[in-house]
C-alpha cells in the first residue's frame, strides 16, 4: 500500500487548518470503470474496483458497470514511482483476488487494452479484502463478436483444447484453443511478470477456463482501435482446469472412390477412474454424402472406454465407387457422449473425390445475381479461424509437402518442420512471409476477410512486396519492369523458362494501371481465389478492383485448369473454415456463369447493418436522400441514417442536381470514421444509382436535447425534430456559416447542444431568431479526430437548408394586403381572396359599396350541381381559419389590420373541408409548401391550384392568407380536415414521384393573344390504374377561366362530374397507344393556339391532333404549333400518341369521305412551298404544277398513294431543277374521282 512521507503529511495537514489547499490537487469523485473507459483517452480518473487476477506487476482490477454486468481496467507497474511498493502488495498478499481498491491515474492503451501504466497511476488505496466477482460464463463466438465489452473482465470458458500445442508452456509465447466447434481464439504466455504459469504442462485434452480476457490489436502504444487481436491471459495454473473429454484425432481426409479404406481413431482424455464411459460416432446432417458412399462404418455407432488410460479406437470408412460424376462429395462424422465433453476435433470430415482433381455441379442457376445469390448462402462468410492461427496452418499443414513450403508466385522453397516451433517464424527466418492473394486494402484488411485462407499463400516477401495491391493482368515482355524466380529479381528479361517468373509492370504514374503477372502455373490459383473472395464478401470486396481484371482472369482460369494440388489444398482450407472450400475450385464452370458477363453489385444491407459493420468495411445501401451538403448528402432507410462524404468525380458532380433531397439513391463505399461521425466515403464513378427521384422522406424522430445527450448514437444521420430551441447568437443578427463561427449553443430545458451551421448552409445569411422549432440531420463531431469512433459525444444538430429552422409563431398576424381587379365585365376578373390567422370578420365589411352593384362574392360548397354559391349575406360569408371567396369589384380589395396567429398543435394547424372542390387558404403567418402539407395528411392530396390572371397553375406553396390569396384544391380523399404543418415536411407528392417514370408524355399548351393560358398533360405509367387514381390530376373549375384546356377522364362514369375534367390523364403502359379526347374552351370565339410544350423523347413516338371536324391530322412534331378557332362551347379534339402504326390506324378512322386539301403555305413563298391533302382511301394521285398558260412545269408525285394524309413540298424548280421565273402558277391534285387546284404565287 502506497503511503504520503510524514512531512508531506503536515504540510497538507497545516493547509487544510488554513483553508489553503489547491484546489487543482483536491481528491477526484471516483466514477465506475465503464465511465472511465468512455472517457479520452489520457484523462485522469479514479475508480474503484475489486482485483480479479494479480501477479508480478499486474492487477486486473473489476466493478460492476458495464454492458455485460461488469467493466475492467488493468493495471501495469513494472516500472514508476508506485512500483515498488504496488509490486510488493500484489507478492505479500495485500493485493490478491477480492482485494477491494481504489485508483486514481491516467489511462491509456497498449495495442487495444485499456490501462493505468507505469508513472501514470497517481495514488492506490487498499480498502478492504472479500471475494473476487464470479465469473462471467461465455462462449468464443461472443468473444468473436463481442470481444471490447469483456476486456480484462473475470470469465469461465468451457469446453476447449490447444490446437498443435503439447509439452510445457513458454513465456512470452502465443497459443491458439478451440472450442469443440472449432472456433479459435489465442491463449496468451506473458513474461514472468504477469503469469506463473511458465513451465506448467499443456493440457492435452478439453479444458475450462476461468480467467481474465485481454487485447493485443497489434497497433502499439495508444493504439485503441480496432476492436480485435482478444486473448486469453492466463495467471495461474489453476486458471485451467481439465475435464473429461472425447476427440477424433485428425480433423479431416481426401480419399477417391474406391482407392481403399481411410482410418481415423476417437480418442478419450482426462479419465482418472476406472468406470466405463462411451461416445457416439454418427453422420452429420449437413454432410452432401451418406452412409451408403462407404463401406465399414455404420451411422450411429457407439464406442466404450474402460480404465484410467484407454487406448483409442478406430473407425474405419472405406469410399464406395458408384461410377456417378459428383466432383467431390463431404461425409461429416460427428461426436456426441453423455459422459464427457467434446473436444476440438469434435468432427471428422472425409472428402470423397471422383478423381485427383474431380469437377462437379455444385450449384444451379444461368442469371449471375441468383447463381451468387446461392454460392453466398452456402459458401460465403466462413468462420475463419483468425489471422495468426491461419497462418500457421498454411505453412504447418496446407501448403506444406514433406517440410517443405513453396511460395507461391517465385517458387522459392523453404523448410517448415510441422512439428518444431511457431511455423511462421520459421519461414519468416527465411524470407517467406503471407500473401494475401485479394488485398488488404482492396476489402481483407478486417476480420474475417483478414484470416480467410482461401486468399491466404506463401510468398517470398520480396515478390510480396512488390505486387503490393496492384491488379493481376497480363504483360508484354517489354513493358516488365521486374522479374521474380525462387529468391532472384531482375530488370532484364531471363533467356529461358520465362514461364516460371512473375512478372511486374510499375511504371505507370497511376497506381491503378500497374500490374503484376504470376507464373504461368499460378494463373488459375490466383483467378479462382479473387473470384471467391468477390463472391464470399460483396459488401468488402472492391468490386470496381475485379472488373478492372475479370477478363484476363478468367483466361488464366481456362489456360490453367484446377490440378489435384490446388483441389487437395482447398478442401484442406475448408476443413478448418467451416467445411466451406472454395467453389470455383469445386465446379470449373462458376467462374464464366458468375462472372462472364460482368462483375454484379455487392449485396444491398440495412444502413443498420452497416453502422453495425463499423469501420473498414465496404458496404452497399440504399436510402432516400434527406439533406445535402457541400461534400455529401445524408440518407436515410427504415433502419437508420448514414453520411456519405464523397464530392469528387461522378457522385460529386452529380450533388444539388440529379442527387438531391427525396433522391432515393443505392451506393456502394468504404465505412470510416471522423470524429465520431460514421460516412461512408471512396464512392466509385460506377458506384452508385439513382433508384427513383422525389420520393417521400422518413418523418422525423421528435426529441429533445436531453434525449441526443443520452442517446444520440441511435439516431446520428437521421432526421430529427427539436422544438423550441432557445440560440445564443453570441452577438450575431444573422448566422454565419463554416468553422467555430458557425456554432451556436441551443438549450431546450432538459440539456444543451451545438447548432452547426456548415459552409453552403442556406441558413448562411438569414436572421437568427431568439427561439426556434429544428427539424434536419443529427450530426456529430466528438473531436477525437480522423477514424475515432469513440467517445459517444459532440452530437450537433446540422442546419442545411432554409426550413431547417423555424422561428416560433408571433402572438398576432399583420396584413396589409391590396388586391386590384381587371374588367368586371369578364370572368377572369375574378379573384380568390382570404385572411390569415385566427379571423372571424365578414367579407362585406372589407369590401367597399354595395353587394351585387360594387362587387360581387362567391362561395364554392364543391357540389356537382350549381356549387357557386352566391354572396347572401349569411354567416357562410364571413372570413373564417381557411376559408377563401371568389370576389370581383369595381375597387380595390384592401385589408390593413392584425389578427390573432391560428392556434397551433404538435407543429401543425387544421382548417375544415368538405367533398369535392374546396377553396382553401393558409391561416399560418407564413409559407408552407404543399409537399409538407401532402406529406402531413393522410392518402394522397389533389394539387394545389393558384389563380393567375384569369387561368389556374399548379402551385408547390402554400402561400400565407396574410398576402389575401386563396386556393382551389380537390378533396376526393373524403377527409373532414386539412393538417398544415408548421414547418417545412419531409415529404413530397407521389404524383411528383412517379412523373419520372412516366413514359409517352406530352404537355400541350393552348395560347391566346401569345399568352400561355391554359395547359395539359397525358402519359403512361406503368403503376397507372384503367381507372381514377393518384396518377391522375382533376383539373380546376374553369367558370370563370378565360380559356380552359383540359382531357375529358376515359372513367367519367366513376367520378364525378366535376372530376370529369382532368389537367393530367395517365393511363397504363403496355399498348400501342393511347387516344386522349381534349376539351378546349374559350370565353369569346376567336383563334386560339396549341403547342407542344415538350413532347416523349423518343422519336418512334408519333404525336398528332386530330380535329373530328375535318378529320385533319396534325403532327406536332413536324407541322408545329396548331391553330384552330375555339369559343364558349367546348371543341373536343383528338390527340394520338403512340407508334407509328397506332396513330395512322387511329387516324384512317377519322379520314375524310373524299380527297381532302390544305391551303398551301406559305403562300406567297420564296424557297419552298408545302401541299398537304387526305385520300379516303388507297388510290393513283397525281400532283402537278401548271403555269398561265396551262402547261405542267413540274410533276410533285404520281403512283398509288394510301388512304390517310400526305405532303408534297415544292421548292419553284422545273422538272430539271431549273429555279422559274416569279409569278402565278396552280398546283393541282387528281385522282380516279376528283381534282383540286391551288393558286400560289412564287416570289424571287
Not at 236 to 244: G, I, K, N, V
Not at 404 to 410: D, F, G, L, M, Q
Request: proline share 7%.
Amino acid at each position: 500500500m502506497a503511503c504520503l512521507p510524514r512531512w508531506v503529511f503536515l504540510a497538507a495537514l497545516s493547509l487544510l487548518l488554513v483553508g489553503a489547499w489547491p484546489e487543482a490537487v483536491q481528491a477526484q469523485d471516483p466514477i465506475t470503470i465503464n465511465e472511465a473507459r468512455d472517457e479520452p483517452l489520457g484523462t485522469e480518473v479514479t475508480v474503484e474496483g475489486t482485483v480479479t487476477r494479480a501477479y508480478g506487476s499486474y492487477a486486473r482490477v473489476q466493478d460492476d458497470s458495464g454492458p455485460t454486468g461488469a467493466s475492467a481496467i488493468v493495471l501495469r507497474q513494472t516500472s514508476g514511482s508506485n512500483s515498488s511498493a504496488f509490486q510488493s502488495d500484489i507478492a505479500d498478499g495485500t493485493i490478491q483476488p477480492g482485494t477491494t481498491v481504489k485508483v486514481t491515474g491516467t489511462t491509456s492503451a497498449f495495442n487495444g487494452l485499456f490501462q493505468i501504466n507505469n508513472e501514470d497511476l497517481t495514488d492506490y488505496t487498499v480498502q478492504g479484502q472479500g471475494s473476487p466477482p464470479s465469473p462471467q460464463t461465455v462462449t468464443l463466438p461472443e468473444l468473436a463478436q463481442n470481444g471490447e465489452d469483456y476486456e480484462s473482465e473475470l470469465l469461465r470458458v468451457e469446453g476447449l483444447r490447444f490446437l498443435s500445442a503439447s509439452g510445457a508452456f513458454e513465456n512470452g509465447t502465443t497459443y491458439t484453443v478451440e472450442d469443440g466447434d472449432g472456433q479459435p481464439l489465442e491463449f496468451r504466455v506473458q513474461d514472468g511478470s504477469e503469469t506463473a504459469i511458465g513451465g506448467a504442462p499443456i493440457p492435452g485434452g478439453v479444458f475450462d477456463f476461468e480467467g481474465v480476457l485481454g487485447q493485443f490489436n497489434g497497433e502499439g502504444p495508444g493504439g485503441d482501435e480496432p476492436d480485435e487481436g482478444y486473448q486469453f491471459i492466463p495467471v495461474r495454473e489453476s486458471d485451467l482446469q481439465p475435464s473429461l473429454s472425447f476427440s477424433f484425432n485428425r480433423l479431416f481426409a481426401q480419399a477417391e472412390e474406391g482407392d481403399g479404406p481411410v482410418s481415423v481413431q476417437v480418442q478419450v482424455f482426462n479419465k482418472e477412474t476406472d468406470r466405463t464411459v462411451s461416445v457416439t460416432a454418427e453422420v452429420g446432417p449437413s454432410s452432401t454424402a451418406d452412409g451408403t458412399d462407404v463401406m465399414g462404418f455404420q451411422s450411429p455407432q457407439t464406442l466404450t472406454f474402460s480404465g484410467t488410460d484407454p487406448s483409442p479406437q478406430t473407425l474405419t470408412l472405406e469410399p464406395v465407387d458408384d461410377s456417378e460424376q459428383e466432383g467431390v462429395e463431404r461425409l461429416e462424422v460427428a461426436l456426441s457422449s453423455e459422459d464427457g465433453g467434446i473436444s476440438s476435433p469434435s468432427r471428422f470430415t472425409l472428402w470423397i473425390l471422383d478423381g485427383p482433381a474431380a469437377q462437379g455441379p455444385i450449384v444451379a442457376g444461368d442469371s449471375a445475381n441468383v447463381l451468387l445469390d446461392s454460392l453466398r448462402q452456402r459458401y460465403g462468410d466462413p468462420p475463419t479461424i483468425g489471422y495468426g492461427p491461419a497462418r500457421d496452418t498454411l505453412y504447418r499443414r496446407v501448403y506444406n509437402e514433406q517440410d517443405t513450403v513453396e511460395a507461391i508466385y517465385s517458387g522459392l522453397q523453404v523448410v517448415v518442420d510441422p512439428d518444431g516451433g511457431d511455423a511462421s517464424d520459421q519461414a519468416l527466418d527465411q524470407g517467406v512471409n503471407t500473401e494475401h492473394i485479394w488485398p488488404r486494402s482492396k476489402g481483407a484488411e478486417n476480420e474475417p476477410a483478414l484470416s480467410d485462407m482461401h486468399i491466404l499463400a506463401p510468398a517470398h516477401d520480396a515478390v510480396n512486396s512488390a505486387r503490393s495491391n496492384y491488379a493481376f493482368g497480363e504483360i508484354p515482355d517489354s513493358d516488365t519492369d521486374s522479374w521474380y524466380f525462387e529468391d532472384e529479381s531482375r530488370s532484364t528479361t531471363p533467356q529461358n523458362g520465362l514461364e516460371l517468373w512473375s512478372e511486374l509492370d510499375s511504371s505507370p504514374a497511376e497506381r491503378d494501371n500497374r500490374r503484376f503477372e504470376p507464373r504461368h502455373s499460378k494463373k488459375g490459383d490466383v483467378a479462382r481465389a479473387a473470384f471467391y473472395f468477390a463472391m464470399a464478401y460483396p459488401n468488402r470486396a472492391d468490386l470496381s478492383f475485379l472488373e478492372t481484371q475479370r477478363e484476363t482472369l478468367l483466361e488464366w482460369h481456362e489456360e490453367d485448369p484446377v490440378d489435384a494440388t490446388e483441389l487437395r489444398r482447398t478442401l484442406s482450407q475448408g476443413s478448418y473454415q467451416g467445411n466451406i472450400p472454395n467453389p470455383f475450385v469445386l465446379d470449373s464452370t462458376l467462374a464464366d456463369r458468375a462472372y462472364g458477363e460482368e462483375v454484379p453489385g455487392p449485396e444491398v444491407i440495412s444502413i443498420q447493418n452497416a453502422r453495425e459493420q463499423g469501420g473498414g468495411r465496404t458496404v452497399s445501401v440504399e436510402g432516400v436522400v434527406t439533406r445535402v451538403g457541400d461534400d455529401g448528402p445524408y440518407i436515410q432507410d427504415q433502419t437508420g441514417g448514414l453520411y456519405i462524404f464523397e464530392s469528387q468525380g461522378v457522385f460529386g458532380q452529380a450533388l444539388g442536381s440529379s442527387i438531391e433531397k427525396g433522391t432515393r439513391l443505392e451506393v456502394t463505399g468504404t465505412l470510416t470514421y471522423f470524429n465520431g461521425l460514421l460516412e461512408l466515403t471512396d464512392v466509385p464513378d460506377d458506384g452508385f444509382e439513382i433508384i427513383a427521384q422525389d420520393e417521400s422522406l422518413p418523418a422525423p424522430t421528435t426529441l429533445t436535447l436531453g434525449d441526443i445527450a443520452a442517446s444520440g448514437e441511435n439516431h446520428e444521420a437521421e432526421l430529427v425534430r427539436v422544438e423550441n430551441v432557445s440560440i445564443d447568437a453570441d452577438g450575431d443578427d444573422t448566422f454565419r456559416a463554416g468553422s467555430s463561427a458557425g456554432n451556436y449553443m441551443i438549450q431546450d430545458g432538459t440539456g444543451s447542444l451545438t447548432l452547426r451551421i456548415p459552409s453552403g448552409s442556406e441558413l448562411e445569411g438569414e436572421p437568427i431568431p431568439d427561439r426556434a422549432t429544428f427539424q434536419g440531420v443529427l450530426g456529430q463531431f466528438n473531436g477525437a479526430g480522423p477514424d475515432a469512433d469513440e467517445p459517444d459525444e459532440g452530437y450537433q444538430l446540422l442546419g442545411l437548408d432554409a426550413g431547417d429552422l423555424t422561428a416560433e409563431l408571433p402572438g398576432e398576424t399583420t396584413v396589409d394586403v391590396t388586391r386590384s381587379f381587371g374588367d368586371p365585365s369578364t370572368g377572369d376578373s375574378y379573384r380568390l381572396v382570404a385572411l390569415p390567422g385566427q379571423v372571424d370578420q365578414a367579407l362585406a365589411s372589407t369590401l367597399s359599396g354595395e353587394a351585387g352593384v360594387g362587387w360581387q362574392a362567391y362561395w364554392d360548397d364543391g357540389s356537382d350541381q350549381e356549387p357557386f354559391i352566391k354572396f347572401d349575406g349569411s354567416d357562410q360569408f364571413d372570413f373564417r381559419p381557411g376559408r377563401g371567396f371568389w370576389v370581383l369589384s369595381t375597387s380595390d380589395w384592401s385589408v390593413q389590420t392584425t389578427i390573432p396567429t391560428v392556434d397551433v398543435q404538435n407543429g401543425a394547424t387544421t382548417i375544415p373541408l368538405h367533398d369535392g372542390w374546396n377553396i382553401i387558404s393558409n391561416p399560418l403567418p407564413r409559407n408552407v409548401p404543399w409537399s409538407a402539407v401532402q406529406s402531413a395528411n393522410e392518402g394522397t392530396l389533389q394539387a394545389l391550384w393558384d389563380w393567375d390572371s384569369g387561368s389556374f397553375r399548379e402551385a408547390s406553396t402554400f402561400v400565407s392568407a396574410a398576402e389575401g390569396e386563396a386556393f382551389y384544391v380537390l378533396n376526393d380523399q373524403g377527409l373532414d380536415q386539412l393538417t398544415i404543418p408548421l414547418s417545412s415536411s419531409e415529404g413530397t407528392t407521389a404524383n411528383a414521384a412517379n412523373e419520372s417514370r412516366t413514359t409517352r408524355a406530352v404537355e400541350l399548351v393552348a395560347e391566346r393573344k401569345g399568352r400561355a393560358t391554359a395547359r395539359v398533360e397525358v402519359g403512361e405509367h406503368p403503376a397507372a390504374a384503367d381507372g381514377k387514381d393518384a396518377q391522375d390530376l382533376a383539373a380546376p373549375p374553369s367558370r370563370f377561366a378565360s380559356l380552359s384546356l383540359s382531357a375529358r377522364a376515359p372513367f367519367a362514369g366513376a367520378a364525378p362530374e366535376r372530376q370529369g375534367r382532368l389537367a393530367r390523364d395517365v393511363r397504363p403502359t403496355g399498348t400501342g397507344g393511347q387516344t386522349y379526347t381534349l376539351e378546349l374552351r374559350a370565353d369569346t370565339t376567336g383563334p386560339v393556339t396549341l403547342r407542344a410544350e415538350s413532347l416523349p423523347q423518343s422519336p418512334q413516338v408519333d404525336v398528332a391532333l386530330v380535329d373530328p371536324a375535318n378529320g385533319r391530322s396534325h403532327d406536332l412534331r413536324t407541322d408545329g404549333p396548331l391553330t384552330l378557332a375555339a369559343g364558349p362551347d367546348p371543341s373536343r379534339i383528338q390527340l394520338l400518341v403512340g407508334r407509328s402504326s397506332y396513330v395512322t390506324s387511329e387516324t384512317r378512322e377519322r379520314l375524310p369521305e373524299s380527297l381532302t386539301v390544305q391551303a398551301p403555305a406559305p403562300n406567297p413563298f420564296r424557297n419552298q412551298i408545302t401541299l398537304k391533302y387526305a385520300l379516303p382511301e388507297t388510290q393513283d394521285v397525281t400532283v402537278a404544277v401548271f403555269d398561265l398558260l396551262g402547261r405542267r412545269v413540274r410533276t410533285l408525285a404520281e403512283g398509288r398513294q394510301e388512304a390517310g394524309p400526305h405532303r408534297v413540298n415544292w421548292e419553284g424548280t422545273d422538272a430539271s431543277q431549273r429555279r422559274l421565273a416569279s409569278g402565278t402558277y396552280f398546283l393541282r391534285v387528281s385522282t380516279d374521282e376528283k381534282q383540286h387546284v391551288e393558286k400560289v404565287v412564287l416570289v424571287r
